[in-house]
């Protein structure tokens, strides 16, 4: 779980899991699209969230092609979240949004 912690820790990282999860299955190029960085520093980040196991690479004829792992974030969410009363954790987040919205 340490890994997965440093994985999501950088917020290039979540953006590379957001666009994973927006759209499953890009190659290094659509994603490094996306991203104001060279293709290296992507490939970088890409192979921090592969050892925590986040995403996996599926090499399709001379590309890879990158899928979202969502079930370490699922094991986070049973062992941290799920231990606290998710009752009052959702009444407060939707309590914090609907105040967002409201305009002053």
């Given at each position: 779980?340490?890994?997965?912690?440093?994985?999501?820790?950088d917020?290039?990282r979540?953006?590379?899991?957001d666009s994973?999860h927006a759209?499953?299955?890009?190659?290094?190029?659509?994603l490094?699209?996306?991203?104001?960085?060279?293709r290296?520093?992507?490939?970088?980040?890409?192979a921090?969230l592969e050892?925590?196991?986040?995403?996996?690479?599926?090499?399709?004829?001379r590309?890879?092609?990158?899928y979202?792992n969502?079930?370490?974030?699922?094991?986070?969410?049973e062992?941290?979240i799920?231990?606290?009363e998710?009752?009052r954790l959702?009444?407060l987040?939707?309590?914090?949004?609907?105040?967002?919205?409201?305009?002053p």
């Amino acid at each position: 779980m340490d890994a997965v912690f440093r994985a999501l820790a950088d917020p290039t990282r979540r953006q590379l899991l957001d666009s994973l999860h927006a759209k499953n299955g890009q190659t290094l190029n659509a994603l490094s699209g996306e991203i104001d960085m060279t293709r290296q520093a992507v490939t970088k980040h890409l192979a921090i969230l592969e050892e925590a196991n986040l995403v996996t690479a599926i090499r399709n004829g001379r590309e890879k092609e990158h899928y979202l792992n969502p079930v370490p974030i699922n094991e986070i969410a049973e062992r941290w979240i799920g231990k606290f009363e998710r009752g009052r954790l959702n009444a407060l987040s939707n309590l914090k949004k609907r105040l967002e919205r409201e305009e002053p």
